[in-house]
């Protein structure tokens, strides 16, 4: 069997993949409207909000546009904190919808400073809404989130949060931390298919929502909360995932959060320790090196797209790339969801072999 | 087993529901671009086009907005030629993106009138698209889009097409018929869970994009396009609803396109003339009644919402009610997609026996 270990889509559990399989039903049916009902209290609960909860059929980027256009309006004033690929691009959609985008960019690899933070907040108090991404898949980087939410809130702003890659896999208590908006995508911890994105609505969001003017209407958070009364979503929703959802919803819940969450950073740091046992530098600033995601410094002679290649060809291991201006300057181990030692263990075995195949040491022999 | 004759989701075949539980792999590597590569191939097959064709991780819904934004600017009027619940969904979308929207409106229940469309466009000569649903899923009723389309371009406009519950099922050849954008989604005739749209772009829809000032970001086709010359997509895809359609595509091109076409307008006819056999009467203007939903008029005493609830709990048997103004006094049956005459057999049989159960007769008997 392939070990998949991108930072997303990662693998399913068998009883997930089951579920996948079961016949379709009516989506304004009884029996659609118990499952949405059920699915929605446990998301609350591994959220861990009181706020609205809403399934969205989409990746977890049509999340992050819905964020955007349910809560602002053309000319608001956002500041962007990016440290990364997704960073950038949550800055992007804002600006796309006519935004005026603040940029507070960190170098990749670095989490955010909090000051530089308070800093921009000062300088520019017309900020309506800070957009920060919790963990940034493309450098294996988390944010300080809770430290973050408490300068927005300071400064009472809004606080849109890209949780894609890290809601449900790091602790991120959403009403603890006073995010008004949380996103996240069905396919990186929560050990189901692509297709759904998740997001969690304060009510700060909401007053947010009644004076927003970017334009909206397959993303309208009204029109998904006046279906949820009926038990509904406004538009079909992609069903067989909603199936999954169910039943992954339910192992965590049977793991424990707290589990999960100690899992994920037991698995993380055994990959870390892993990486550097081999004589690689993991690039993220460690102190901030992501739970979910593994970003390893090409060096020494390694060609990373020459070891995927026959990590995947012949070890049938599959890691991931570097993103834009990082691309071939760092491959990434996804450790989150359904993963174990066992899972890390074996990309640590290959990758001993495949690394000196790859090039890696060739700079010393020179 | 349940006998699931809603216009969608509709029910899949066996093989599609067993790909359906496939474990994940990488969305951007080798195995899923020959994946992506062949689906689109074969979607151009039943499609019947050489243009563009992409997959958005979305309802159907989804895919109307996706038409509306890629091809628009603010202020730019379009005509809207609505028959329905879907026409008027399209125009709203149109109109929340800024859009002036012209509506010409008929009868719920009737197809349009090609001549009305010809005076509104020579009344309305700076209209830049005209919006029209192929197939009016909420009154069972199937335009003609041929004429409509030779209209449309008698007068040079873009002709944005809602095919949503058509394509595949109900003639309609893309290039021929000169539809600029065509939309469809996976859960109708495709025999496939919803979660992905399916869009046609025609050369002209791409010169028009290019000076489309209407934000976006998740649905834009230039990002598509330069992505599947990756062999990508832009964003995660729901990858199972992928392997579920490379299924449900070969399953139709085995039985042939001008075969399944065939079939859905013998088994529609077949429940047309069941129906008017049980005494009741079709809603829609019986000249343009669709092959793919039969909506049915409530007369004589008849409490849809009773004879669907009965049909449901004791018959496994779940049909559609009306939509909007149409509650209560219409109910559907959808035969679109994995549908033989036996299914629609046991739904005749099973409404001889509920609909005195549910008031039919009793006028009479008054």
Known sequence: MQNLRIPGPTPCPDEVLKS????????????????????TAKLKQLFQTKNDVFLLTASGTGGLEAAIVNTLSPGDKVLSVSIGAFGERFATIAQQFGAEVIPL?????????????????KQEPEVKAVL????????????????????????????????????????LPVDDWQCDITVTGSQKGWMVPPG?????????????NAKAKMPRFYWDFAKARSYLEKEQTPWTPAVSIVFALSVSLDMMLKEGLANVIARHARVAKMTRQGIKALGLAIFAEESHASNTVTSIAASDGLDTKKLLKILREEHQIVLG????????KIFRIGHLGWVTEEDIERVLEALAIVLPQAGFGGEKLK
Chains 1, 2 share one sequence.
Do not use: C, Y
């Open 132 to 171: 920060v991404t919790h963990n940034e898949t493309s450098t294996g980087v988390t944010n300080d989130l809770a430290k973050i939410s408490s300068v927005t809130k300071e400064f009472d702003k809004l606080l849109l949060v890209d949780a894609i890659s890290s809601l449900g896999s790091i602790e």
């Open 105 to 121: 960019r960190f170098e990749w690899g670095q989490a955010s400073d909090v000051d530089a933070i308070r800093q921009a907040l």
């Open 196 to 208: 759904l994105a998740m997001v969690a609505i304060s009510d700060e969001a909401w007053q947010a």
């Open 20 to 39: 996948m399989s079961r016949q379709m039903i009516n989506h304004r049916g009884p029996e659609f409207a118990q499952i949405l009902n059920d699915v």
């Open 321 to 328: 790339g570097g993103q834009q201006k990082l691309s071939g």
